[in-house]
Protein backbone atom coordinates (compact mmCIF):
# COMPACT_ATOMS: atom_id res chain seq x y z
CA UNK A 1 0.00 0.00 0.00
CA UNK A 2 1.08 3.73 -0.98
CA UNK A 3 0.69 5.57 2.88
CA UNK A 4 2.04 8.98 1.43
CA UNK A 5 3.19 10.21 -1.81
CA UNK A 6 4.96 13.79 -1.74
CA UNK A 7 4.51 16.14 -5.24
CA UNK A 8 5.14 19.24 -6.13
CA UNK A 9 9.46 19.44 -5.96
CA UNK A 10 11.34 21.02 -8.83
CA UNK A 11 14.27 23.44 -9.59
CA UNK A 12 13.86 26.58 -8.98
CA UNK A 13 16.22 29.61 -8.83
CA UNK A 14 17.41 31.13 -5.17
CA UNK A 15 15.09 32.80 -3.68
CA UNK A 16 12.12 31.15 -5.60
CA UNK A 17 9.31 29.22 -3.94
CA UNK A 18 7.42 25.78 -3.99
CA UNK A 19 4.51 24.51 -2.82
CA UNK A 20 5.00 20.55 -1.63
CA UNK A 21 2.13 18.21 -0.84
CA UNK A 22 2.25 15.21 1.02
CA UNK A 23 -1.11 12.99 0.53
CA UNK A 24 -1.70 10.13 2.76
CA UNK A 25 -3.83 7.44 3.43
CA UNK A 26 -6.31 7.97 6.42
CA UNK A 27 -5.24 5.00 8.48
CA UNK A 28 -1.77 7.03 7.95
CA UNK A 29 -2.68 10.56 8.33
CA UNK A 30 -5.54 10.48 10.84
CA UNK A 31 -4.77 11.59 14.67
CA UNK A 32 -0.57 11.77 13.70
CA UNK A 33 1.61 14.66 13.89
CA UNK A 34 2.66 14.61 10.09
CA UNK A 35 6.52 15.63 9.69
CA UNK A 36 8.49 17.02 6.35
CA UNK A 37 12.09 16.12 6.36
CA UNK A 38 14.98 16.63 3.81
CA UNK A 39 17.99 14.87 2.99
CA UNK A 40 20.66 16.26 0.76
CA UNK A 41 23.19 14.55 -0.98
CA UNK A 42 25.39 12.30 1.87
CA UNK A 43 23.67 13.78 4.57
CA UNK A 44 21.12 12.90 7.26
CA UNK A 45 17.42 13.09 6.81
CA UNK A 46 16.79 15.89 9.04
CA UNK A 47 13.15 17.49 10.04
CA UNK A 48 11.86 20.82 8.91
CA UNK A 49 8.53 20.88 10.14
CA UNK A 50 6.16 19.25 11.80
CA UNK A 51 2.28 19.69 12.57
CA UNK A 52 0.11 18.22 15.40
CA UNK A 53 -3.22 16.83 14.27
CA UNK A 54 -5.32 19.07 14.45
CA UNK A 55 -3.06 21.92 12.94
CA UNK A 56 -2.74 24.07 16.03
CA UNK A 57 1.06 23.06 16.71
CA UNK A 58 3.85 23.78 14.15
CA UNK A 59 7.36 23.47 14.96
CA UNK A 60 10.13 24.68 12.40
CA UNK A 61 14.12 23.63 12.31
CA UNK A 62 15.72 26.97 12.99
CA UNK A 63 17.31 27.33 9.18
CA UNK A 64 13.96 27.30 7.54
CA UNK A 65 12.14 29.26 10.03
CA UNK A 66 9.86 32.39 8.82
CA UNK A 67 10.36 31.10 5.53
CA UNK A 68 8.37 27.82 5.49
CA UNK A 69 4.82 26.93 6.34
CA UNK A 70 3.39 23.16 7.27
CA UNK A 71 -0.42 23.06 7.19
CA UNK A 72 -2.57 20.36 6.69
CA UNK A 73 -6.31 19.53 5.30
CA UNK A 74 -7.36 16.47 7.32
CA UNK A 75 -10.39 16.28 4.65
CA UNK A 76 -8.03 15.61 1.92
CA UNK A 77 -5.32 13.84 4.10
CA UNK A 78 -2.88 15.84 3.02
CA UNK A 79 -0.11 18.04 4.48
CA UNK A 80 1.90 21.04 2.75
CA UNK A 81 5.04 22.40 3.03
CA UNK A 82 5.16 25.97 1.30
CA UNK A 83 8.95 27.00 0.87
CA UNK A 84 9.46 30.57 0.13
CA UNK A 85 13.16 32.54 -0.44
CA UNK A 86 14.57 29.07 -0.89
CA UNK A 87 18.41 28.84 -0.78
CA UNK A 88 20.82 26.89 -2.29
CA UNK A 89 21.55 25.07 0.71
CA UNK A 90 17.57 23.83 0.76
CA UNK A 91 18.19 21.64 -2.12
CA UNK A 92 17.55 18.15 -0.44
CA UNK A 93 15.01 15.15 -1.25
CA UNK A 94 12.02 16.51 0.54
CA UNK A 95 10.28 13.92 2.56
CA UNK A 96 6.41 13.57 4.44
CA UNK A 97 6.58 10.93 7.18
CA UNK A 98 3.64 10.10 10.32
CA UNK A 99 3.84 9.87 13.72
CA UNK A 100 2.35 9.04 16.65
CA UNK A 101 3.31 11.64 19.69
CA UNK A 102 3.66 15.32 19.66
CA UNK A 103 6.11 16.59 19.69
CA UNK A 104 8.22 14.57 17.28
CA UNK A 105 11.41 16.48 15.80
CA UNK A 106 13.39 13.49 15.27
CA UNK A 107 13.46 11.02 12.43
CA UNK A 108 12.91 8.05 14.93
CA UNK A 109 9.92 9.15 16.16
CA UNK A 110 8.04 8.86 12.72
CA UNK A 111 6.88 5.28 11.53
CA UNK A 112 5.84 5.78 8.05
CA UNK A 113 7.53 7.53 5.29
CA UNK A 114 7.11 8.97 1.46
CA UNK A 115 9.30 8.71 -1.03
CA UNK A 116 10.39 11.86 -1.30
CA UNK A 117 10.29 14.94 -3.77
CA UNK A 118 13.35 16.27 -5.18
CA UNK A 119 13.94 19.94 -4.72
CA UNK A 120 16.59 22.32 -6.43
CA UNK A 121 17.43 25.49 -5.78
CA UNK A 122 20.09 27.06 -8.38
CA UNK A 123 22.57 29.94 -7.31
Known amino acids: QVLLVESGGGLVQAGGSLRLSCAAS????????MGWFRQAPGKGRKVVAS????????TFADSVAGRFTISRDNAQNTVYLQTNSLKPEDTAVYYC????????????????WGQGTQVTVSS
Open 97 to 112: ARSRTWPARASNQYDY
Open 26 to 33: QETFQYST
Open 51 to 58: VSWSGART
